[in-house]
């Protein structure tokens, strides 16, 4: 059975929307098929593999989410045109019990969507507003959500907010009224979190900062939905310009639980954490050049590869892991104008 790569890139930037790829087994290699322009700018794709459905948002202004059938041959086809994400700049989405939820950075708020029988949106959305503000005046002049994910186990998502240094954990409301914010986790203030992963084990969570480069290491408690920082990890400007900014942007962790890889914007670099130490112990071992240029997304592909879409040089890249050092070899690249976020069904 084929596997089949999915690839959104930003269409005000030259992009064709979302790509769909056939990945070679042997190599990891993405060859394209087609593509579709269902939605401006689909910056972040999920997958509902059980249903065959694609679900992409618009990150514009106003915000947009559509829904996509996959055919066996890869090829899309819109379930209705798309729908007002109820917000602006929506960046992120993901799929929490059997919702479709947005992460509103231009809007500073989370919506929730409503899926119809046939995997169709149904609208408006609810939508949860953040409020409150950083000490950055340029970045956190009010609220910015970044993602939205589910954890691992029960009711809960939680969601890094850049403009208010804070992570918010939600539970579902009742039915039509969208998510209800349980609790909030404070962070150091003009940070920046942006983005976060969950160990596989499911104790542990990387909170990755895009404005003060760092990584907190928190503890989570799946029972209470609880979120505790215990640690920060410094994330190195290896290979940046004297002088210049570094921009982290996506923090992932290998299958096995063993590794932490983060992307870096401005140095241009993946680096690899291990976690021979413990979970709670990230130690900066090895990286390596993205191969591009403004890492913007890290995937887990097939055959253990890492995946990056390097949105500025407009291309995919991917490389081989070794299993022992985590150590990353560059395999192969391909060109994908203004690259946003890959997905493998």
């Known amino acids: 059975m084929t596997q089949w790569a999915y690839i959104g890139s930003f269409t005000s930037g030259g992009g064709r929307g979302i790509t769909v790829a056939a990945?070679?087994?042997?190599?990891?290699?993405?060859?394209?098929?087609?593509?579709?322009?269902?939605?401006?700018?689909?910056?972040?794709?999920?997958?509902?593999?059980?249903?065959?459905?694609?679900?992409?948002?618009?990150?514009?202004?106003?915000?947009?989410?559509?829904?996509?059938?996959?055919?066996?041959?890869?090829?899309?086809t819109p379930i209705g045109p798309a729908v007002d994400a109820g917000a602006a700049g929506p960046a992120h989405l993901c799929l929490a019990g059997g919702r479709v939820l947005t992460a509103n950075y231009g809007g500073g708020s989370v919506s929730c969507f409503t899926r119809k029988p046939d995997g169709g949106l149904a609208g408006p959305p609810a939508v949860t507003a953040h409020h409150g503000a950083g000490p950055d005046p340029d970045r956190q002049r009010g609220p910015h959500v970044h993602q939205v994910l589910p954890a691992p186990a029960g009711p809960w998502v939680l969601g890094p907010d850049l403009g208010t240094d804070a992570v918010r954990v939600y539970a579902p409301g009742a039915p039509g009224e969208g998510l209800r914010v349980h609790g909030e986790t404070v962070l150091r203030a003009g940070s920046g979190p942006r983005h976060l992963a969950f160990h596989p084990a499911g104790e542990v969570v990387y909170v990755l900062h895009e404005l003060e480069p760092q990584m907190t290491v928190c503890r989570w408690d799946a029972?209470?939905?609880?979120?505790?920082?215990?640690?920060?990890?410094?994330?190195?400007?290896?290979?940046?310009?004297?002088?210049?900014?570094?921009?982290?942007?996506?923090?992932?962790?290998?299958?096995?639980?063993?590794?932490?890889?983060?992307?870096?914007?401005?140095?241009?670099?993946?680096?690899?954490?291990?976690?021979?130490?413990?979970?709670?112990?990230?130690?900066?071992t090895s990286w390596v050049d993205c191969g591009g240029v403004w890492p913007?997304?890290?995937?887990?592909?097939?055959?253990?590869?890492?995946?990056?879409?390097?949105?500025w040089s407009g291309d995919i890249?991917?490389?081989?892991?070794?299993?022992?050092?985590?150590?990353?070899?560059?395999?192969?690249?391909?060109?994908?104008?203004?690259?946003?976020?890959?997905?493998f069904t």
Request: proline share 9%; charged share 20%; aromatic share 4%.
């Open 23 to 76: 990945v070679d087994p042997a190599t990891g290699a993405p060859a394209p098929r087609t593509s579709v322009q269902a939605v401006v700018n689909p910056a972040c794709l999920a997958l509902d593999r059980e249903a065959g459905v694609l679900y992409a948002v618009g990150d514009s202004n106003p915000g947009a989410v559509v829904a996509l059938r996959t055919g066996p041959d890869g090829g899309l």
């Open 223 to 284: 029972v209470s939905g609880r979120l505790e920082p215990l640690a920060e990890v410094a994330i190195g400007p290896e290979g940046a310009p004297e002088g210049e900014r570094v921009y982290p942007s996506v923090v992932c962790v290998s299958p096995d639980g063993r590794f932490v890889r983060a992307a870096v914007r401005g140095s241009n670099r993946i680096l690899t954490y291990a976690l021979a130490g413990g979970a709670e112990k990230p130690l900066l």
């Open 296 to 311: 913007r997304d890290l995937a887990q592909g097939p055959g253990g590869r890492l995946y990056v879409a390097n949105e």
């Open 317 to 343: 890249t991917w490389f081989d892991a070794d299993d022992e050092s985590g150590r990353l070899t560059p395999a192969g690249a391909l060109r994908v104008p203004a690259a946003a976020c890959v997905l």
